[in-house]
């Protein structure tokens, strides 16, 4: 009498060799003989590189002490940085007033977190809250002049203070200007597209520092008598204006991705122009257009080490003017290397928080 089997033998897992850290391992840096020597070679290299750092920067570093005599190793002498370490965060900013710039970050990170997370499913109030309170609550708390707080001059603000002041400005004013300006040249007023082009090739035209300069030097020759504005003022509308032009070329390019058909699927159901344009076309086109929008905010962070040129002392600067004090001559390595630090942790928390947005919307769209 035969014997048959009717139940599914349950399927075996894969080979180790196949899944986990070993199969991405022989999958993408052993696959091939070519690939095993590049392999090699690059963690040879990476090894002597790190381990040399990782010794100048952590084993031989000094830490402790107040003077530059305390430091005797052959590593890093952080001493420097610990003992600047107010003037690298706030510049000049009073010490006993320092207070009021914390609890301006501390607002910040709070509607950011609402608005970038998914905590919070609708980005209404916390948006209210981010662009709309924030902004005026920081202004009160960072100049003072109200409420009893005592009033402090921009020409003491610096440091990571002003950098952060100045990239977070600008980012947040020209993206929707950028997004205008995209609009503008794609209208079919041609007044309306002469000039959006005209401001956008011109301001792409020059390089930064140019815009800065003419912004803090030239405008006040332009304006009436008695008629001023503040070197910072002048140096985040100068950012903010040429990075909307970029910004505007970014969204152009975005727009020009989508099909016809969206704007003409969304006029026979009765939309206006703006109605499908803020509600079907701009949508799409801001998630194509993500890697480009957060790669513009990234350049215009780094770009804000170009004020200097106009006399704001910005992280760098501050760094670089605490090197020549001195006392500390000769410590631009550290300095560098700590600014450099920490341009990249926010540099890189702008990339990863971008590529957990395009997969979170599938802008990849992949096959």
Request: glycine share 10%.
């Given at each position: ?77 952080w001493v420097f940085i610990k003992m600047r370490f107010g003037q690298i965060m706030y510049g000049f900013y009073p010490e006993e007033e320092r207070w009021r710039v914390d609890v301006g970050y501390v607002l910040v990170a709070i509607g950011l977190f609402f608005v970038l ?134 969204v152009r390019g975005g727009l020009q991705a989508i099909p016809k058909g969206q704007m003409e699927a969304a006029k026979s159901l009765g939309l206006g122009y703006w109605q499908a344009m803020g509600f079907i076309i701009l949508p799409q086109a801001l998630k194509i257009s ?78």
């Amino acid at each position: 009498m035969a014997i048959v089997k009717t139940e599914r033998h349950p399927d075996l897992p894969p080979p180790t060799s196949q899944t986990g850290v070993i199969g991405w391992m022989r999958e993408n840096l052993f696959s091939s003989p070519l690939n095993i020597v590049l392999t090699l070679v690059a963690g040879y290299v990476s090894w002597v590189a790190l381990s040399s750092l990782i010794s100048y920067a952590f084993i031989d570093a000094n830490f402790a002490g107040t003077t530059r005599e305390d430091c005797t190793g052959s590593g890093a002498c952080w001493v420097f940085i610990k003992m600047r370490f107010g003037q690298i965060m706030y510049g000049f900013y009073p010490e006993e007033e320092r207070w009021r710039v914390d609890v301006g970050y501390v607002l910040v990170a709070i509607g950011l977190f609402f608005v970038l997370s998914d905590v919070v499913k609708d980005k209404k109030w916390p948006a209210i809250y981010l662009f709309g309170f924030v902004p005026v609550a920081c202004y009160i708390l960072f100049s003072g002049g109200y409420f009893g707080l005592e009033h402090v001059e921009t020409a003491q603000w610096g440091g990571l203070f002003l950098t952060l002041v100045l990239a977070s400005v600008s980012i947040f004013v020209s993206l929707p200007l950028g997004i205008v300006l995209a609009l503008g040249r794609r209208s079919s007023m041609p007044v309306v597209r002469m000039i959006c082009v005209g401001f956008i090739e011109f301001v792409r035209g020059v390089p930064l520092i140019t815009v800065l300069f003419m912004a803090s030097v030239m405008l006040p020759l332009f304006l009436p008598e008695g008629v001023n504005f503040d070197k910072l003022v002048r140096a985040l509308v100068g950012m903010s204006l040429f990075a909307s032009a970029y910004m505007a070329e970014v969204v152009r390019g975005g727009l020009q991705a989508i099909p016809k058909g969206q704007m003409e699927a969304a006029k026979s159901l009765g939309l206006g122009y703006w109605q499908a344009m803020g509600f079907i076309i701009l949508p799409q086109a801001l998630k194509i257009s993500i890697p480009s929008i957060v790669n513009t905010f990234i350049g215009l962070f780094k770009d804000t080490t170009l004020v200097l040129i106009i006399g704001l002392l910005d992280l760098l600067s501050i760094v670089k003017s605490g090197t020549t004090d001195k006392e500390w001559i000769g410590m631009a390595q550290e300095g560098y290397i700590f600014v450099a630090a920490v341009f990249f942790v926010f540099c890189f928390g702008m990339s990863r928080y971008s590529i957990w947005l395009e997969n979170k919307l599938h802008t990849g769209h992949k096959r």
